[in-house]
């Protein structure tokens, strides 16, 4: 049983391979947190609970113990109104104006599965894998509000899933001031967060910082998760590593606004907080209505922050992401943006894709320009129509003609948006989100359409299926490309406008449930200028996004080690591009682009018909190789060695489960004169297993522990890539 309840205690212990969660009831009925963290076994913690001196803070009535102030005291959904002064999980506005809800514990249900959420996207239990429910309702017996409190327990995988639905059951109306999916309060600790900021071009950037006695709070409020800042973030005991100590990992499964906070307390409890994004959300709900938070996951490693990453990689990958594509071979692409942006034609893009074929691609992407007057990226979003003027024909031809050099089709779309020159924006001024009575926010001259409107919905469902059924169109790249501002939508009346932002997101999850169960055979990409929508929510949809507009190998290093301390390989688009590169001007060999990209979905993305014949004889070296490991990428344990933000190198590793083969890889990023000898170490293999290396035999352990001797390295950004395999001697004594 991964769940044990003590119901004469009051104790629920969630039991995972290696940790263990555990809550109990209070003596006034609050539900405390007592514990997260390594295994061990279960036992009654209460005398972890604060009962020192405390003057001065407030406790509830029926006390007369002034250390029972729930500002003191570990909560599992702490709310307003009840003395907790720090980030709460629930601020609830009464009828009356008051902000309060006093949640007390009512009653617990166990169930075997996992629990699903109402229109928003969860985690899954496979058939067969031992996954369990808790739920636990708690209650406020003054206003009649009942939140449900769900966790989900993946025992194999080592996490636990969280939500909770709050249901207004009083008389009166409410106002959901704020509602977190995750809270998670430590009795003891210094710990550090780390959070991976970023921008346009440059996004997942690792920082590490101290929590001390304050608050950190980091969020979007770009209407997506952003290039800002992402809800995955880990806290960590100080001296963790990327392979020792305790860590904790937390993501949201949600694509919109979102607030995290850290803090510590003055008397050294730390508290972390994860949920929708709180600074302009409210959320009304009258008798009888309920509301859902998005799905929150943690996990815990005592082994650093590498097992946190598997942890993450296994669950998105087996329990996620449900399409097809997730843990099957990708198309090898090539896509026009960087070879051409908005300047091709049909015939310009076949020269393309016949170059393609002499590299081993598999498949086209015509990126964005193809449909009416989308000369530049001034206009024409909204107008889902082909322009068969630039493509010299129908796209059914086009698709044919593509189809016929033995390459798929794929095709950009930016369904979300409009443009104030478009036929849809003449038609429908009144599904671009406005604030009324002022001109719009522009962002790269385009609007946002209102996703809370039905039927908005219903006209792209129709567009899009109408394009989507016109040809062989075997992958999509869903694009969304400006932060959404102007929220106001007219049909939110009663002081509903705080809805907005989740609603829109709702609207955006029910058109993505409707086109990916329609198309189950049809690759979607997502992007969001590069990667401004890389989340748990999207992987949900699609198995993978593009990762940044940034094809600069060497900025790349950076922007994929952040990106993989919780996304799996598999879901990060990566390309080989132009050198100089487009994004800084950088000089870089065709080698290091190639394998840089190999550790992602790999394509191309530059004007293929301008390459050497000797270049692209090494392309399709490079596409063959990446074909034949791919499927070892795709499913192995990843591994990072070298930190690009510490050192002047990057390199990663991917063991396959059963520690039979394995593939390393090295860039540096400097080279000096008269270098010292580098080794370089292995992970994840079997220590006493014989590995083949290059036509030389090694021991894993030796691999480990010593490491391969580096050639050396000189010239441009030089890297080398290792393929590693278990030799058939396997276990034969070398001495
Ligand atoms: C965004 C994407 C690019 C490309 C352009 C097209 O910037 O990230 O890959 O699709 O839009 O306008």
């Not at 601020?91 to 699903?116: A, C, P, Q």
């Not at 290091?592 to 000797?614: H, I, P, S, W």
Request: glycine share 6%; charged share 25%.
């Amino acid at each position: 049983m991964a769940i044990i309840v003590n119901e004469e205690k009051g104790i629920f212990a969630l039991e995972t391979q290696n940790s263990l969660y555990q809550m109990q009831i209070g003596k006034f009925g609050h539900l405390f947190h007592m514990y997260y963290g390594e295994k061990m076994v279960p036992q009654d913690l209460s005398y972890l609970l604060f009962d020192g001196q405390a003057n001065f803070t407030p406790y509830p009535y029926e006390s007369n113990n002034r250390s029972d102030s729930l500002d003191f005291l570990p909560q599992e959904y702490p709310t307003s109104g009840t003395g907790d002064l720090r980030s709460v999980a629930l601020d609830i506005e009464n009828e009356d104006g008051t902000h309060v809800v006093d949640l007390r514990f009512k009653t617990f249900e166990l169930m075997s599965g996992k629990y699903r959420l109402e229109s928003l996207p969860s985690f899954f239990a496979k058939a067969d894998e031992k996954v369990e429910t808790l739920k636990i309702i708690l209650f406020d017996k003054i206003s009649n509000i009942e939140v449900e409190l769900y966790y989900g327990v993946f025992e194999d995988r080592d996490v636990i899933t969280r939500a909770s639905r709050i249901t207004n059951l009083g008389t009166a109306s409410i106002t959901i001031r704020k509602a977190q999916s995750l809270t998670l309060d430590f009795h003891t600790g210094q710990f550090d967060l780390i959070h991976f900021h970023g921008k346009w071009t440059m996004e997942r950037q690792f920082e590490r910082l101290p929590i001390r006695h304050s608050t950190h709070s980091f969020g979007s409020n770009h209407g997506v998760s952003s290039n800002r800042q992402n809800p995955g973030f880990i806290i960590a005991d100080k001296n963790t590593t990327e392979t020792s100590g305790a860590c904790y990992g937390f993501n949201l499964v949600y694509s919109g606004n979102f607030t995290a906070t850290a803090e510590q307390s003055s008397l050294e409890l730390s508290r972390i907080t994860l949920g929708l994004g709180d600074s302009t959300f409210s959320w009304r709900l009258v008798t009888g209505e309920a509301f859902g938070t998005p799905e929150a996951i943690l996990s815990y490693s005592s082994q650093g922050f590498e097992r946190i990453s598997q942890n993450f990689h296994d669950v998105i990958r087996q329990n996620l992401s449900r399409s097809k594509f997730t843990n099957t071979s990708r198309p090898v692409l090539i896509n026009n943006w960087e070879a051409t942006y908005f300047d091709f034609t049909g015939e310009k893009l076949l020269d393309i894709a016949q170059s393609a074929t002499e590299i081993g691609v598999d498949l086209l992407v015509m990126d964005d320009g193809w449909f009416a007057n989308r000369f530049d990226d001034n206009r024409s979003l909204g107008d889902w129509y082909v322009n068969e003027e630039k493509l010299g024909m129908p796209l059914k031809d086009f698709v044919h003609k593509i189809n016929d050099l033995g390459l798929k089709f794929g095709l950009w779309i930016e369904p979300e948006m409009v443009s104030e020159e478009s036929e849809l924006y003449r038609a429908h001024p009144e599904w671009a989100l406005n604030f009324p009575h002022r001109k719009p926010l522009m962002g790269r001259n385009q609007l946002v359409l209102d996703m809370s409107k039905p039927e908005v919905i219903e006209y792209l469902f129709d567009c899009l299926t109408s394009i989507f059924d016109q040809a062989n169109i075997e992958y999509v790249k869903w694009d969304m490309n400006r932060p959404i501002t102007d929220w106001f939508s007219k049909d939110l009346v009663n002081g509903r406008q705080g809805e907005l932002q989740h609603r829109y997101i709702l609207g955006l999850y029910d058109l993505l449930e409707r086109l990916t169960s329609r198309y189950p055979n049809v690759c979607f990409e997502r992007c969001a200028s590069g990667g401004a929508r890389f989340d748990l929510g999207m992987l949900y949809y699609q198995p993978q996004i593009w990762t940044s507009d940034n094809t600069d190998a060497i900025n790349r290093l950076k922007i994929q080690y952040g990106m993989s301390f919780f996304y799996p390989i598999s879901s990060m688009g990566a390309h080989v591009a132009v050198s100089p590169s487009h994004s800084n001007g950088r000089i870089t060999t065709l080698k290091t682009r190639a394998l840089t990209a190999a550790v992602g979905t790999f394509g191309y993305e530059l004007d293929l018909t301008k390459m050497t014949n000797d270049e692209k004889a090494e392309a399709l070296d490079y596409t063959k190789a990446y074909k034949a490991y791919q499927k070892l990428i795709f499913s192995g344990d990843y591994y990072r060695l070298e930190n690009p933000f510490d050192t002047e190198c990057s390199s990663w590793q991917i063991v396959s489960k059963d520690k039979s083969e394995s593939l390393l890889t090295f860039v540096a990023t400097n080279v000096t004169g008269y270098p010292p000898a580098f080794y370089l170490k292995a992970k994840g293999l079997d220590k006493s297993a014989l590995y083949l290396v290059e036509g030389q035999e090694y021991y894993g352990s030796v691999l480990m522990n010593i490491g391969i001797k580096l050639p050396k390295l000189t010239g441009v950004y030089p890297s080398v890539q290792y393929y590693i395999k278990k030799s058939k001697r396997a276990g034969k004594k070398q001495l």
